[in-house]
């Protein structure tokens, strides 16, 4: 499994890249970015089974890479992680294509859930 996790805080990449650990991800699965313009680079020159990502990010915003994403990848799950749930955001990203949504914090648990939900070989 390879996961690319975008958040422009280096902290919450900590705490979500902990998560995966536990959840069994090896640790060389899991690649970084801090923002969209980084993380569409890293998409364009590897293979990933899952894109997850933050909403708000400087330089190009999660919105904005799911879109760059979609343009190139339309199977590919991608997981918008925010700390806002109104409906009209969710609304905006359902219609730009996103897989799923996770609103910040959340728990190993609940994040396990949603990899297996799109990614079932993981566990």
Same mark, same amino acid.
């Given at each position: 499994? +390879?996961? &690319? ?12 890249? @902990?998560? &995966?650990? +536990?959840?069994? #991800? ?5 690649? /970084? ?6 993380? %569409? /680079?890293? %998409?364009?020159?590897?293979? %990933? *089974?899952? #894109? ?6 400087? #330089? ?5 890479? &799911? +879109?760059? #994403? @979609? ?12 700390? /806002? =749930? /109104? @409906?009209? @955001?969710?609304?905006? !990203?359902?219609? =730009?294509?996103?897989? *799923?949504?996770?609103?910040?914090? %959340?728990? !190993? *648990?609940? &994040?396990? =859930?949603?990899?297996? +939900?799109?990614?079932? =070989?993981?566990?």
């Amino acid at each position: 499994m +390879k996961i &690319l996790l975008v958040d422009d805080s280096g902290t919450m990449r900590t705490i979500q890249k @902990r998560c &995966l650990l +536990k959840l069994g #991800v090896s640790e060389d699965g899991i690649v /970084e970015a801090e923002n969209g313009q980084v993380a %569409f /680079e890293s %998409f364009s020159s590897q293979s %990933f *089974d899952i #894109v997850m990502t933050d909403w708000n990010m400087p #330089v190009m915003d999660g919105l904005s890479l &799911l +879109k760059k #994403v @979609r343009e190139v990848n339309k199977q590919i799950p991608v997981i918008m992680i925010t700390t /806002e =749930a /109104e @409906r009209s @955001r969710v609304v905006t !990203a359902i219609e =730009a294509g996103v897989s *799923d949504y996770l609103v910040k914090p %959340f728990t !190993a *648990d609940t &994040l396990n =859930a949603k990899l297996e +939900k799109w990614v079932p =070989a993981m566990v």
